[in-house]
């Protein structure tokens, strides 16, 4: 993309899985050149899910647009003189391999500042150097239990086996983090002309993003009350069924709320004084939601989304995975698209959902399939068909 925000900005995306490629392709979205370094094995989310050509599954094919794929094996030699040769020319070197793998390989943070001194090198790892478990293996399960996470669904429903929540969210989570490292790491780099190791733990990422409404009453120091937001862990805040479905319905302010009970016929509760003020349904919270739920079966979920629109006060119907695609949102937004796969045929892309005023996220790149233009990164940087075919010979890109 040539008139991204970060067009002119090269990343060098050793990662695999979902954390790093989320966070990589959010970045190849804003303009920059992701140059994607796979082993010869390919990344794992390659193989999993149905497909219809090897090594092009679907979450591979959601997290991976906007960016070059390279195959090298980095046990041989001639891969590693190659990769110092991409290192010289990059802004960005992004890995999740554990840190001794790296060091034996000859690309830890200091072999890597050594070929580019202003390199920003973003390192995702599991738990944070220094602390208990530095070093060891990390997936999105593990983190989701350690960082406390299990236990919501359980606090909030009163059953006493922790769950894991249905998403990828750790992963996910930290890849927001891990691209907003990026961004903060190039512009600390355009400001003072210094590169730095940037590392990002998913565990400490998660219990911070975890903590933001559920430290609680341990925001203060002896304690003021339990952990976790009441209103989010109510045992009754959830959607709520309509006599057709069900409708989430979120009144918030005072006012909100008088015209709520209006509507459900129950005007009387807007004075009373358990519900009168946000301090107030804050401490009566499970009440408020029961009463809700009596009030939500009144109607029928159109009728609720039309007279709730008319009064400003907030709700919408309950989606599916398969109709969240169909809303008109959605679709007016342009947010789902179905494109035209060179090798995969018609597939559906959930495109970049944040807008700017001065250019256009779009998809210059279809996902690629694996290596697909280490040919193509060789020759930019000077390199012969005949230098590539001895490279090649010689195990570089893990076929002799």
């Keep these: 993309m040539t008139n991204g925000m970060l067009s002119g900005y090269t990343i060098l995306d050793l990662t695999s899985?979902?954390?790093?490629?989320?966070?990589?392709?959010?970045?190849?979205?804003?303009?920059?050149?992701v140059i994607k370094v796979e082993t010869p094995g390919g990344d794992i989310m390659r193989h999993a899910g149905p497909m219809r050509s090897e090594g092009m599954g679907p979450i591979y094919m959601t997290i991976n647009?906007?960016?070059?794929?390279?195959?090298?094996?980095?046990?041989?030699?001639?891969?590693?003189k190659i990769l110092q040769q991409l290192i010289a020319k990059s802004d960005v070197f992004f890995h999740n391999i554990r840190a001794g793998g790296m060091k034996r390989l000859g690309f830890d943070y200091e072999s890597v500042k050594a070929i580019k001194k202003d390199?920003?090198?973003?390192?995702?790892?599991?738990?944070?150097?220094?602390?208990?478990?530095?070093?060891?293996?990390?997936y999105d399960d593990l983190v989701q239990a350690a960082s406390g996470l299990t236990t919501m669904l359980p606090r909030q429903d009163g059953s006493k086996t922790p769950r894991y929540i249905p998403g990828l969210v750790a992963d996910k989570t930290t890849g927001l983090f891990a691209a907003n490292a990026v961004l903060a790491g190039l512009l600390h780099k355009e400001r003072t002309g210094r590169g730095q190791f940037i590392?990002?733990?998913?565990?400490?990422?998660?219990?911070?993003?975890?903590?933001?409404?559920?430290?609680?009453?341990?925001?203060?120091?002896?304690?003021?009350?339990?952990?976790?937001?009441?209103?989010?862990?109510?045992?009754?805040?959830k959607p709520y069924a309509t006599k057709d479905g069900h409708i989430a319905m979120m009144p918030y302010s005072d006012e909100n709320w008088r015209r709520y009970f209006a509507l459900g016929g129950m005007p009387e509760l807007a004075d009373d004084p358990r519900f009168k003020t946000y301090a107030a349904r804050t401490k009566n919270i499970d009440e408020i939601y029961k009463l809700t739920e009596?009030?939500?079966?009144?109607?029928?979920?159109?009728?609720?989304?039309?007279?709730?629109?008319?009064?400003?006060v907030p709700c919408m119907r309950v989606h599916t995975l398969e109709s969240v695609l169909e809303d008109p949102q959605i679709k007016e937004a342009?947010?789902?698209?179905?494109?035209?796969?060179?090798?995969?045929?018609?597939?559906?892309?959930?495109?970049?959902?944040?807008?700017?005023?001065?250019?256009?996220?779009?998809?210059?790149?279809?996902?690629?399939?694996?290596?697909?233009?280490?040919?193509?990164?060789?020759?930019?940087?000077?390199?012969?068909?005949?230098d590539i075919g001895a490279a090649k010979a010689k195990g570089a890109f893990g076929q002799a």
């Design 119 to 138: 390199i920003v090198y973003v390192h995702a790892v599991g738990f944070g150097t220094g602390g208990h478990y530095e070093g060891r293996q990390a």
């Design 17 to 33: 899985v979902v954390l790093g490629p989320f966070a990589t392709q959010l970045l190849g979205d804003m303009g920059a050149d």
């Design 334 to 386: 342009g947010l789902a698209e179905v494109r035209e796969h060179p090798s995969e045929g018609s597939y559906m892309a959930i495109h970049h959902p944040v807008k700017y005023s001065d250019f256009k996220t779009q998809v210059d790149r279809e996902p690629p399939r694996q290596g697909a233009d280490t040919q193509e990164v060789l020759m930019e940087m000077g390199w012969s068909e005949a």
């Design 65 to 80: 647009r906007n960016k070059r794929a390279m195959t090298l094996d980095l046990g041989n030699p001639e891969a590693k």
């Design 294 to 312: 009596v009030i939500a079966a009144q109607r029928t979920t159109d009728e609720w989304m039309e007279v709730l629109r008319e009064a400003n």
């Design 199 to 237: 590392e990002v733990p998913m565990m400490e990422c998660m219990v911070a993003y975890n903590m933001v409404e559920n430290l609680f009453g341990y925001t203060f120091v002896p304690p003021e009350g339990t952990t976790a937001y009441s209103r989010s862990v109510s045992p009754n805040r």
